[in-house]
């Protein structure tokens, strides 16, 4: 089992910063990739970024977000980090993150079939 634990989440107004970690547990030996996701009220969950290891060290990121938010981590310390610059009020939303554990043969971060586990979620509320 792996738990995921989101934190770092709160209010912050328009054009501030927030970081959000998330840190896993569990029977976590080496995944493959960790994304972030969000969801706005009434909106379905979007995919905002990605980091995966395996074949080389790549991130991937929503066009909505790129130059803004940065994707990082601490293998040591089995956390994930999203680092939200210049927020704006559209970014408000429930953010999770998700681990791949287990191999697949094609990877394609945005699609949430390719997470394993999923974190419970916390909040980001962007103030104009």
């Known amino acids: 089992q792996v738990q995921l634990v989101e934190s770092g989440g709160g209010l912050a107004q328009a054009g501030g910063s927030l970081r959000l970690s998330c840190a896993a547990s569990?029977?976590?030996?080496?995944?493959?990739?960790m994304g972030w996701f969000r969801q706005a009220p009434g909106k379905e969950r979007e995919f905002v970024a990605s980091?995966?290891?395996?074949?080389?060290?790549?991130?991937h990121y929503v066009d909505s977000v790129k130059g803004r938010f940065t994707i990082s981590s601490d293998n040591a310390k089995n956390t994930v980090y999203l680092q939200m610059n210049s927020l704006k009020p559209e970014d408000t939303a429930v953010y999770y993150c998700?681990?791949?554990?287990?191999?697949?043969?094609?990877?394609?971060?945005?699609?949430?079939?390719?997470?394993?586990?999923w974190g419970q979620g916390t909040q980001v509320t962007v103030s104009s």
């Open positions: 980091i995966r290891w395996s074949g080389g060290s790549s991130t």
């Open positions: 569990g029977r976590i030996f080496s995944s493959y990739s």
């Open positions: 998700a681990a791949q554990i287990y191999y697949r043969s094609s990877y394609y971060p945005w699609m949430e079939t390719t997470y394993d586990y």
